[in-house]
C-alpha cells in the first residue's frame, strides 16, 4: 500500500463476523433475488458496498450517547443538543428532526411545491425527485455538461450551470420555481463536489429573483473536504469552517443523517426562515412526530448530534476519502473504466464502457453488479437505466447518459484489505467481460423500481 493513503484514524473494539459463501452459493442467492442485489440477504454477502446510508459504525462516544438518551415524548434533552450542535456546524435557525432525509424531503416538497411548479437541481437523486413529482412538480436537471461524462476530470462536476438556471427562471418565471435543490456532493454524479465558488453565484443568482436555494446537504462534510484540497484559497481553513460558510449560501436543507451525521438511522430538516419553519411544525406531526423527535428516539438524535461534531475532524474526513480513492487508483490502473475524479463516498465503475456490447436497454449495471456478486460475494448497486425509471409522460424509460455500478464505501467499516478484494474481483471481471450478456426485466414496480425489481440473464 503506497504511503499516500493513511492509516485508520480509530481502532476497532467490536468485531462483526461477515459471510464465507462458495460461487455455487452466490449463484443460487443471486437467482432467488431476481438477479437484483438489493433483494439479497446481508447473511449472503462478503463486502457490503450497497450503500454508505445507515451503514456506518458509531464511535465508542455515539454509543455511549445512546445511553443517555432522554425518550420523553416531548422536549427530549437530546433534541435540544442536536438543535445545538446543528446551529453551530450547520448555522441554520430553526431543525426538525425526521426519521430519515426522505422525511425531510417529504415535508420540503409538501409545503413549498404546487402542481405546476419546477424544481431545478444539480442532477436528480431517487427518493428526492420522487416527492417532487408526487407533489406535481417537476424536476429540471441543470447541473454542468461535464457532469454527465465520466470521463472529464474537471474537479467540481457537481457544480450548477447558472446559464440553465437562469434560462429556466425566464423561460417558466421565478414563481414557478419554489426553491432550487443544490446536492452537496452529487450522488448519481459519482459522489461529485459542488465548488464553494459555484453555491455563492447561485445564491446570488436566486436572491435576484427572489427565490430559496435549499440544499441537500446529505453528504455536505465530503463536500467540504473538496472544496479544501481543490479549491483555491481553502487548504488552510478548517472542515467546520468551510461547512458553514456553504451553508451560509443556503436557505435551509434537507438532512440523511445516515450518511454524513454518522448515524444508522436520523435526519433533519433545517431553514431559517420562521414561517416554513411554522408550516413544518405543524406537518411533522403527522407524518413524522411531535417536532422534537420527528420520528427519532432520543437515543439516535443524541447519536447523531455527535456524529455531526466527529464528522468534522479533519483525520476522520482524510481516510475515509482517500479510502474511495485507494480502491479507484487500483482499478484505473488495471484499466477499468470508472467515473473520474474520484467522488467522496464510493467508486462508480462505467458498466457502459465496462460492457459496451450491452445495450442499455438489457440493464448492463444492473447485470455487472450481479456478476461482480457471483464472482466475489461483493454487493453493489445499480445507479443507470433501472434507477433512473420512466418519463412519467411518455411511460418511456429515461435513458441516462450515466450507466453506473456503484461501489460505495461504508464510513469506518472496512479496511484497505477488502477494497484489495473487491478491486482485484472487479480486475478479474473485466479481463472476462466478452462473456457477460446482459438481462431482461421481468418484474417492474411502478415507483422506485430498483429497489425490488426482477432480472433474468438472456442467453
Ligand atoms: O435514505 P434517506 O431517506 O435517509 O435519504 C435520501 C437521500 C437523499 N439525498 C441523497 C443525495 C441520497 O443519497 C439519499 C439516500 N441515498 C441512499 C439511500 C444511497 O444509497 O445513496
Not at 420 to 439: H, K, N, Q, W
Amino acid at each position: 500500500m503506497n504511503s499516500c493513503y493513511p492509516a485508520e484514524p480509530y481502532k476497532i473494539k467490536v468485531v462483526e463476523p461477515i459471510a464465507m459463501t462458495t460461487r455455487a452459493e452466490r449463484e443460487r442467492c443471486i437467482a432467488e433475488a431476481g438477479y437484483n442485489t438489493f433483494l439479497l440477504r446481508s447473511d449472503q454477502c462478503y463486502i457490503d458496498l450497497l450503500t454508505d446510508s445507515g451503514t456506518t459504525a458509531m464511535s465508542d462516544n455515539q454509543w455511549a450517547g445512546m445511553m443517555l438518551g432522554d425518550e420523553a415524548y416531548a422536549g427530549s434533552r437530546n433534541f435540544l443538543h442536536l438543535q445545538e450542535v446543528v446551529r453551530q456546524y450547520y448555522g441554520f435557525k430553526h431543525v426538525v428532526p425526521t426519521h430519515q432525509g426522505r422525511g425531510a424531503e417529504n415535508l420540503l416538497s409538501r409545503i413549498c411545491i404546487k402542481p405546476g411548479d419546477y424544481i431545478p437541481g444539480n442532477m436528480y437523486f431517487t427518493t428526492t425527485r420522487a416527492h417532487q413529482e408526487l407533489n406535481g412538480g417537476t424536476f429540471v436537471d441543470v447541473i454542468v455538461d461535464e457532469a454527465h461524462d465520466s470521463q472529464s476530470v474537471s474537479p467540481f462536476k457537481g457544480n450548477i450551470d447558472l446559464e440553465k438556471l437562469q434560462k429556466l427562471v425566464e423561460e417558466v418565471g421565478a414563481e414557478r420555481i419554489p426553491y432550487v435543490c443544490l446536492a452537496v456532493t452529487v450522488n448519481l454524479a459519482g459522489g461529485q463536489p459542488v465548488s464553494m465558488a459555484n453555491m455563492r453565484a447561485v445564491k446570488a443568482l436566486c436572491s435576484r429573483f427572489g427565490i430559496k436555494v435549499m440544499y441537500d446537504a446529505t453528504r455536505c462534510v465530503e463536500n467540504a473536504y473538496f472544496v479544501k484540497t481543490r479549491e483555491g484559497g481553502y487548504a488552510d481553513k478548517t472542515i467546520a469552517a468551510i461547512l458553514k460558510e456553504m451553508m451560509g449560501y443556503a436557505d435551509g436543507c434537507t438532512m440523511s443523517g445516515k450518511k454524513d451525521c454518522l448515524v444508522n438511522i436520523g435526519g433533519f430538516l433545517c431553514m431559517n426562515d420562521d414561517d416554513l419553519y411554522q408550516q413544518a411544525t405543524e406537518l411533522v406531526v403527522l407524518y413524522e412526530g411531535m417536532p422534537s423527535y420527528g420520528g427519532l428516539a432520543g437515543r439516535d438524535m443524541e447519536a447523531m448530534a455527535r456524529g455531526i461534531v466527529e464528522s468534522v475532524d479533519y483525520y476522520y474526513i482524510h481516510h475515509r476519502v482517500q479510502q474511495c480513492q485507494y480502491l479507484a487508483d487500483k482499478l484505473i490502473a488495471a484499466g477499468v473504466p470508472i467515473v473520474q475524479p474520484t467522488g467522496g463516498h464510493a467508486v462508480f465503475i462505467d458498466a457502459r464502457a465496462f460492457l459496451s456490447h450491452v445495450p442499455q436497454d438489457q440493464f448492463p449495471a444492473q447485470t455487472l453488479a450481479a456478476q461482480l456478486y457471483v464472482e466475489s460475494g461483493v454487493r453493489s448497486m445499480e445507479r443507470g437505466i433501472v434507477s433512473a425509471g420512466r418519463d412519467k409522460k411518455t411511460g418511456n424509460h429515461h435513458y441516462p447518459k450515466l450507466e453506473l455500478v456503484r461501489l460505495t464505501i461504508p464510513r469506518r467499516v472496512y479496511t484497505y484489505s477488502h477494497l484489495d478484494v473487491v478491486a482485484d474481483a472487479c480486475i478479474d471481471l473485466y479481463r472476462r467481460r466478452e462473456r457477460i450478456a446482459g438481462m431482461e426485466m421481468l418484474y417492474e414496480p411502478k415507483v422506485l423500481r430498483f429497489f425490488t425489481a426482477r432480472f433474468r440473464p438472456l442467453r
